[in-house]
């Protein structure tokens, strides 16, 4: 009977220890599966703030570059106390191709009611050769003002073989 005990005894102990690895390896199943899903949700976690980065730097550079590009707009246009400026820009262009200018006009237009900017008008005769001409008119179309020139006329000098120029030009003021 001794036996018999005995050998039940060392059965209950080999079923508890088997029922205590099925639970430990549950556990230990289970406890992996919410470690990989936690794992997985701090990739994804990760992931987004990456993406998140990514897109603030990018956000970043594009307003750096906008800054750049509306510092060289505000650039283009110029201020009252600018206008001295401007008009011997003008005159130098002018000298600097060679025209015989005279800068017949100036004059500021009223600010409108709708308008943002007030308008310089400036109106310029000049003499020169048809190549100095044209290269003063390119000169003032690809300057670094956003001036415009509104109105252009070209007539053969009648004593010689220069040109004449009679040109309005227009120019935002701040």
């Known amino acids: 009977m001794k036996n018999k005990t005995l050998k039940t005894f060392f059965l209950w102990i080999l079923a508890l220890t088997f029922i205590g690895a099925v639970i430990l390896w549950g556990y230990l199943l ?3 599966y919410s470690l990989k899903t936690e794992i997985n949700s701090i990739k994804s976690e990760i992931s987004a703030t990456a993406g998140r980065e990514l897109y603030l730097n990018s956000v970043k550079n594009l307003l750096r570059d906008m800054d750049d590009k509306l510092k060289s707009i505000k650039d283009r246009f110029i201020t009252e106390d600018k206008i001295p400026v401007f008009i011997e820009f003008l005159e130098d262009e002018a000298s600097l191709h060679g025209i015989k200018a005279d800068l017949s006009s100036i004059a500021i237009d009223p600010l409108s009611k709708n308008a943002t900017f007030r308008i310089l008008r400036v109106h310029i005769n ?7 001409l044209i290269s003063f008119v390119h000169s003032l179309d690809t300057m670094k003002y956003a001036a415009r020139i509104e109105k252009i006329n070209f007539s053969k000098s009648a004593k010689d073989s220069d040109w004449n120029v009679s040109m309005d030009i227009s120019q935002n003021i701040k």
Do not use: A, C
């Not at 000049?126 to 100095?132: A, D, Q, T």
């Open 126 to 132: 000049g003499l020169g050769s048809w190549e100095e």
């Open 30 to 32: 289970f406890e992996t």
